[in-house]
């Protein structure tokens, strides 16, 4: 029995240009319509999950900044502190590596940038010296504290709801989303997903992005009945 | 010809839950691959209009903050100064008479309140003294400058895009949308539209909400072909 479903945003319930899928939005209502309950996980920032959360009508709290921070009700919880990450952005701006991206002006718990041509390997590296990580979600680069991921997000989750692995869902499509997909929930893809996570999935739909991700939402009410 | 449709968001393409209707999301896609400009402007903040400009997939400019900030591209254009609008706030928090909302954290031209049981008039008559307005969105109240209402959007929209009345649609159900009903423009309004607006619509609805603005979309859509 599933109680919980936890997910990606960009390009699993949008499609390759962001835009949000209707039928993906019509899953999730139809899944908390039937008392599953439905968390987002992204690399956006919380205003950004509220508007989420608010417009798709999502009932259960929301995470932004990879799993950093936590809007619950009206409650904005950042579980990390921004001052590493922003120390690496300074560094990577002014040594002209990267530029900022606009979301930063709402970041709490970490930076977002876009990587000056060629130069998305050597920053990764970079990263280590400066004891922060980066995570490409596939939309944009993150700079991130250690343990700042969508596993952190899960087990914030689980203990707030005493889940058990075996009563949750994730569905993801990048190698960010990997941190969830943890031994016993059920792993659920859409068709365009990494390799990586393909290969783990328990489930993967027949459509891509959005439209697949509606599919696995509709598998998994199903599988409940 | 209608070539820009300047929409209000909570109530006009939502239920009246704020969750977006997935119908009026269709329509509004639907009317800017028939070349129709599709604009947003609400009591939100900024964030929360980059998260619907990206999620809904909405090409032009859109406004947050009943018209004071406007967001192009990437770029985030205030147009007043939040210095009134908080002094006020202030001093309705420091008398007892209302309550901050979520939303302020992000705000940079205005600022929200909830006003406390049976105070909503007296803060709409100390407001003038404090020389800022008072706009109740149906949703949430907001302070504001001085003309900064949703029809000055409108006119930063058409010096933009240099378009005369008549090729504009504006779509709203609140008081709060009155200033954006200018004489000229084609007017249309969902059901649940307050009497007011209904009284001076061109065009009213059959369905209520976004399942209403729907129809709005699709009947300026035809009519221009």
Redesign the interface.
Known sequence: MIKLVLMDVDGTI?DR????S?EA??AI?KAQRSGIMVSLVSG??I??M???K????IESPVFGENGGIMLDG?S?QPFFDITKPRQFFDTLLSMGLAQGI??N??RETSMGYAPAKGMEDRIVKMAAEYDVEVANSGFSWHILNRGQDKGFALSILMRKFNLKHDEIAVIGDSFNDLPMFKDGVVKAVPSNAEPELRKIANLVSERSHGKGTAELLLRIVRSNQ
């Open positions: 949008t240009e962001r835009r949000v209707t939005v019509n209502r956006n920032v205003p950004v509220y508007a989420l608010t417009y798709v009508g009206d904005v606009l979301t002006r709402w």
